[in-house]
């Protein structure tokens, strides 16, 4: 069993800057590939960045690519997702996501294993 916990959200301007950490607990954390998605209001949840447990593979949805990062520290089982140059359509309730297989969390989401509660970014122009 994994839970996770999102934190770091807020209110941000345009063009500014948030750190997104999600902490795991359980002690096979460092076996699980780890993902964010996002869902916007009245907007499906879409897929934003995914590592590896490893983190030899690592992959982010076009619309972040270049200002988004994802990163894992196995030792603080914590993955984080840091986002720059943030734009209003990057508002949205950000979630992270455990999973065993890598293709399920570049995908969208349906059959993931667990889910943090989410944190809610918002991006003011």
């Known amino acids: 069993q994994v839970q996770l916990v999102e934190s770091g959200g807020g209110l941000v301007q345009a063009g500014g800057s948030l750190r997104l950490s999600c902490a795991a607990s359980g002690r096979t954390f460092s076996s699980y590939h780890m993902g964010w998605f996002r869902q916007a209001p009245g907007k499906e949840r879409e897929f934003v960045a995914a590592k590896s447990w490893s983190g030899g593979r690592t992959d982010y949805a076009d619309s972040v690519k270049g200002r988004f990062t994802i990163s894992r520290d196995n030792a603080k089982n914590t993955v984080y997702l840091q986002m720059n140059s943030l734009k209003p359509d990057d508002t949205a309730v950000y979630f992270c996501?455990?999973?065993?297989?890598?293709?399920?969390?570049?995908?969208?989401?349906?059959?993931?294993?667990?889910w943090g509660q989410g944190t809610q970014v918002t991006v003011s122009s």
């Open positions: 996501a455990a999973d065993r297989y890598y293709n399920d969390l570049v995908s969208d989401g349906s059959r993931l294993d667990y």
